[in-house]
Structures are given as C-alpha cells and as structure tokens.
C-alpha cells in the first residue's frame, strides 16, 4: 500500500494535512484565522476558505465561526454560552494557586456567584501567594484606573532597608513565571517593582498619562526582562520538529510568526528588546532550539552553557 504524501513538492502542506492539523490545533483549543493559516502554509487563502468549507460541513460539532467573524473554533457548549458557571469554576480553581490568603479573601465572593456548582476543573498556576499584599495591590489597581501617581515604600533585591519611591506612575500590575511585578514610570525611566518588596503605597492626588508605547511593548513582550527604552529587534531561532507543534499551540509572544519547513522543522521569528528575553526560552527548550541570527545571542548562550559544565559561573 503506498503511503500518503503530507507535502507537496513545494513544502506546503496537502489537503488531508492541512485538515488534520486544522482538526488538531482547534480541539487543543486555538482560534484559527484564514490569512495566518495560509500565509504560515504558504497556499493561497480560498484554498484555507475550503478547508473550513469542507469540515463545517464533515465536523459541523468541531468546528465553528468564532464571534469575530474572522476565525474558526471548536464550539462551545450550550451551558457555555449561556451562563458563566465554566468561568466561575476555572476562577475558583485558579485562585486556590495564588495563595492561602488571596483565597480566603476571593472565594466567598466566588462562592456566591457559584453557588453549589461542582467544578470538573483543575488547574496548576506556579503563582506565588501574594496574599499578605493584597490591600497594596487594590491601592496599585485604584491608582491605574484613576491615573493618580503613587509613593511607595520599596526594599530593592539585596538591600536591607526600604527606601522611599516618589512620583510613581504605575500602569500594570503583571505576572511572569509566576511572580508578580510592578510595572511603572519612575519620571523618565520604566521601572518593575517585585511586589512582595513593596511595604506600603499611598496614592497621590497627581494625575498623569503615560506612553502608549510602553503597553505595547509589554504585550509584545516575552518575560519581565523587555525593555520599553529599546526599539524592537528581529531574533531568528530554529525549532526542532519534535516540539513544533507546542509553539503553535501556544505561541512565546503575541508577535511570533513560525515558518515550517519541509523537513518537519520551524523557523522561529520573534521581536524583542532584550537579548535576556532570549535565554530564558533557549533554558527551557535546550536542546531543541537554537538561535540562527543575531549569532551573538547563540554564542554568549554557549559560553553560558561552558561554563556550567566546567563550574565555572
């Protein structure tokens, strides 16, 4: 029996290949837009339109228009889409992560929303219980949504002593690798305060507006260690075959675009501000991924990788 070629001479990917993966990538839950699909595929659009064509009409239960119009998703169900009671549960599930004492405090109101539903979900969040900082967060989060400056009482890593912070602006309060940040502007540089070493904040009646620029640099970010006083640079990565798939189900920043390869490979393209956004992914990766330009980010990676091998630090 001949076996199914999945590519064509071109390296795209045929029919069969294309709705497999479709199929694949919509029941672990991705939204699927016509134009991403047929650029990262290299075919032309209304070959994606077909696709979507035909298995509406073979899977008409995995596969649906999404509420933009513009994308394709697994259908949720009807208790889905007429109640929040999954999005209660996830919550439920999510807080239980973050710490004893945040718990404590979200859970009765959770409780009523939720009433005596019983939760088919489980999740695992590495978040670290913030819980001790809660009335500082509700003060970060009142000063961001009015805009007023902040004055914190802080203690920088490695000092014994708070030290006072004045004319704070802060615009995010963010999470990454499970720890929470402080993202804010400090009069002409942008600041991340580790919120933990935050003893007390008093709002201001300051008012102040930030740049713009600074919330897109953040969402186009990949850890806390961007940068919003650096115009973006291009980091080319190979990505072995094996693990492909994982950065299409969830890509590293929201400006990742993935070139596969004939061969099962991908070419990983990313924006970034900090070289130091790069290593942390070549950590966790290694040794399926490596970066092809700029070449200085592969060598100082090695020179890392040297000399912890040798104990060397």
């Keep these: ?140 989060e009142k000063a961001i949504e009015q805009k007023r400056e902040v004055t914190l009482s802080y203690t920088p890593y490695g000092a014994k002593i708070p030290s006072e912070y004045t004319n704070v602006r802060p615009i995010k309060v963010i999470v990454y ?7 804010a502007q400090q009069r002409s540089y942008t600041k991340k305060f580790y919120i933990k070493s935050i003893s007390s904040c008093e709002i201001t009646d300051l008012t102040f507006h930030h740049n713009p620029k600074i919330i897109e640099r953040l969402e186009n970010s990949i850890n806390v260690w961007f940068s919003t006083n650096v115009e973006p640079y291009e980091v080319r990565l190979w990505v072995d075959k094996s693990v492909v798939v994982y950065f299409e189900r969830k890509p590293v920043a929201k400006n990742q675009k993935l070139y596969k390869q004939p061969d099962g490979s991908a070419e990983l393209v990313l924006k970034v501000t900090s070289d130091e956004e790069i290593y942390p992914l070549l950590k966790y990766w290694i040794p399926t991924i490596r970066v092809i330009e700029p070449q200085r980010i592969q060598e100082k990676f090695e020179g890392m990788l040297s000399g912890y091998l040798s104990n060397k630090f």
């Design 177 to 183: 690798e499970g720890f929470w940040y402080l993202l």
């Design 1 to 140: 029996m001949a076996i199914l070629a999945d590519h064509g001479s071109r390296g795209n990917p045929l029919q069969h290949k294309r709705h497999a993966e479709i199929l694949e990538r919509l029941d672990n839950g991705e939204e699927l837009s016509i134009g991403e699909l047929a650029r990262e595929w290299n075919v032309d659009p209304k070959t994606i339109q077909r696709d979507f064509d035909k298995l509406k009409q073979m899977y008409p239960e995995r596969v649906e228009r999404a509420e933009d119009k513009k994308r394709y998703r697994k259908p949720l169900s009807r208790r889905a889409q007429n109640d929040g009671d999954m999005v209660l549960e996830m919550l439920e599930s999510m807080v239980k992560d973050i710490g004893v004492d945040f718990y404590k405090k979200a859970h009765p109101l959770l409780e009523r929303l939720q009433r005596q539903i019983k939760s088919p979900f489980y999740t695992r969040l590495d978040v670290e219980d913030i819980g001790s900082k809660f009335e500082i967060v509700m003060h970060l």
